[in-house]
């Protein structure tokens, strides 16, 4: 499955049982030798929600909690009849998430959900820097010094606006994006996104995720941006996010302080794998 073409293999762990998942999420995430994918996602029971979900990133690494992921977690679970709600709880190791699903002859075509709220203190990024937050700090990067926004929507990230007249489809991510990741400055890695503001309410982003590399969307990444935007003056508090593999919805709430992010989950295939 796939929300804006972050893709996951998902499975349903109220019928399997995996007894390795780092194991299985390096080898089914190969797009050579395995199915292919940024990522597994188990799909399991919970006491404390309706369901819990287990993100693996590709190199095998545990993840806290995926935007797009948790979308396509909600069309699963709906589409294959393990509930018949439209408004469902999900466990992750980023807290509980409350989602809900549009349904459309039958099927789920879109989901929003309330992410929660940001957190911006160091600590819990976490990132070491002084003072209370990171908000526009500079940032040495492979020589270069960036202006730099920390975020934790659930996992860690780390935003940078670029200039005016960058063309971010230019950019060469894959030079730079591992060098944010394993910078000393982010004792458990960072996600980084690369931003261009279009106007005060769209955004242009490309995404480095920590363990996966370039995806062509991230949902958590896409929340912490917006708040970065708002954080920087930059744009409203509601958005769209124009992203490699398609377009997401946010919306940082001024009353509860939650941010809510609306978009497309898509099933693309079912099977087995031996």
Known sequence: MHGCGNDYIYVNCFTETVEDPQALAKRVSDRHFGIGSDGLILIKPSEQADFTMDMYNADGS??????????????????????????????????????????????VSKVRVNMGRPKLAPKDIPAKFEGETVIDSPMTVDGQEYRVTCVNMGNPHVVTFLDEGTDLKKFQIEKTGPKFEEHPLFPNRINTEFVKVIDRTQLEMRVWERGSGETLACGTGTCATVVAAVLNGLCDRKATVHLLGGDLEIFWDPEDDCVYMTGPAATVFDGEIL
């Open 62 to 107: 545990r993840g806290e909690m995926c935007g797009n992921g948790i979308r396509c977690v909600a069309k699963y679970v709906y589409d294959y009849g393990l509930t018949d709600k439209t408004q469902i709880s999900v466990e992750t190791l980023g807290g509980i998430k409350y989602l809900d699903l549009y349904v459309e002859d039958g099927k």
